[in-house]
């Protein structure tokens, strides 16, 4: 195996190799929009980042902020070691259903309750997720839910070969 060279960073760029592990959260001071076809279903400039060595961020978006309806309970959960259990959504929009597209932490461990809810997104299946009128490019391998903006440099957790970052 060898040895990860994290990328330069450029001004105003985080590196996500500078990110802590454990990970944690924290306010993001950006203005996040979410579109499933023609439907905006989600708009805040409230939302919470949780950082994570060779992840970049993940958003949290507060309920106030996501249109009433287009989140319906989904089968299954999974295991956070640092969060704690995730419950799943569908999220339904403009005729459309994406299955287990957003999930949240109900009763979250103590360094995460600010996370109560909230609902983060998986970019992969929404049409559009935008920071700051960016869009963003969702963190590669399908598992991890990572949004990627201009303002982070990586490599990112989620490429092949990548699995015992």
Same mark, same amino acid.
């Given at each position: 195996?060898?040895?990860?060279?994290?990328?330069?960073?450029?001004? !105003?760029?985080?590196?996500?190799?500078? =990110?802590?592990?454990? $990970?944690?959260?924290?306010?993001?001071?950006? +203005?996040?929009?979410?579109?499933?076809? *023609?439907?905006?279903?989600?708009?805040?400039?409230?939302?919470?980042?949780?950082?994570?060595?060779? +992840?970049?961020?993940?958003?949290?978006?507060?309920?106030?902020?996501?249109?009433? #309806?287009?989140?319906?309970?989904?089968? #299954?959960?999974? &295991?956070?070691?640092?969060? @704690?259990?995730?419950?799943?959504?569908?999220?339904? /929009?403009?005729?459309?259903?994406?299955?287990?597209? /957003?999930?949240?932490?109900?009763?979250?461990?103590?360094? &995460? $309750?600010?996370?109560?809810?909230?609902? *983060? =997104?998986?970019?992969? $299946?929404?049409?559009?997720? &935008?920071?700051?009128?960016?869009?963003?490019? $969702?963190?590669? !391998? @399908?598992?991890? @839910? #990572?949004?990627?903006?201009?303002?982070? /440099? @990586?490599? =990112?957790?989620?490429?092949? !070969?990548?699995? &015992?970052?």
């Amino acid at each position: 195996m060898h040895p990860i060279r994290p990328e330069p960073t450029r001004p !105003g760029q985080e590196s996500v190799w500078d =990110f802590p592990r454990p $990970a944690i959260v924290e306010p993001a001071s950006v +203005h996040i929009v979410i579109r499933v076809g *023609a439907v905006i279903v989600a708009d805040t400039r409230r939302a919470m980042r949780t950082l994570e060595t060779s +992840h970049p961020p993940s958003y949290y978006i507060p309920l106030e902020d996501i249109v009433p #309806g287009t989140l319906v309970p989904a089968e #299954g959960s999974s &295991f956070c070691e640092w969060k @704690g259990h995730a419950r799943y959504f569908d999220v339904i /929009a403009d005729r459309e259903r994406r299955e287990r597209a /957003a999930w949240s932490y109900p009763d979250p461990t103590p360094p &995460f $309750a600010i996370l109560r809810d909230h609902v *983060a =997104f998986y970019a992969a $299946a929404m049409d559009a997720c &935008f920071v700051d009128g960016e869009q963003v490019v $969702a963190q590669p !391998g @399908g598992f991890y @839910g #990572g949004w990627i903006t201009s303002a982070v /440099a @990586g490599p =990112f957790k989620g490429v092949p !070969g990548s699995r &015992f970052w």
